[in-house]
């Protein structure tokens, strides 16, 4: 696991160094880097998809790649958050959420409220438009901006930017790629399914 100092948020007086930590998720859809520090998680970094995993190719399984004994805890935390979004999503519920320690979730802002009210508001296997999200959020008529608070999300598939679709029912954009957004839509959906047999 590789280190670099970043400026941490601490108060109004000042900001004070972290020590970043990055560990490598083995994921069904690739290599999910997960960057943070004993404070929160800083960012996931998602890879770019060209075709849509399959249930052979994509074993429902995540493995830590490195040492997870060095690992703060957030980044633990994340790790075994995301493990359970991939394998068993009936535990996320019950998993509790890493802390976050990136700055634009932690100044007021627009974006800032767009990604808590995502988080907060929109569970595992549903869907929002923009524009609705854009209401919840406090503003109906900021349906582009919350178009860039999805692009600027550093902690996609915990912050589920990617159940934000178009007023049409399109996809939309994502991130990680559309194939990215495709996957998780259709595995969040496939697991609803099975939770509700």
Known sequence: MA???VPKMTSKE????????????????GKLEISGCETGVHEIK???????????????????SGSVTSMPEPLQQCAAW???????PSRTEQLPLPPFHHPMLQQDSFTKEVLWTLLREVKFGEAISYQQL??????SRAARAVGGAMRSNPIPIII????????????????????MKEWLLSHEKLQKEKLAD
């Open 82 to 88: 995301l493990n359970a979004y991939f394998c068993e």
């Open 46 to 64: 998602l890879p770019r998809l060209s075709v849509l995993p399959n249930g052979t190719e994509a074993a429902m399984r995540c493995e830590l």
């Open 14 to 29: 000042g900001t004070s160094q972290c020590q970043e930590k990055h560990a490598v998720l083995l994921s069904p859809v």
């Open 134 to 139: 854009a209401e919840r959020a406090g503003n």
């Open 3 to 5: 280190s670099r100092r």
């Open 160 to 179: 589920p930017c990617h159940r934000v679709i178009c007023s049409s029912g399109q996809i939309g954009n994502y991130g990680g790629g559309n194939v």
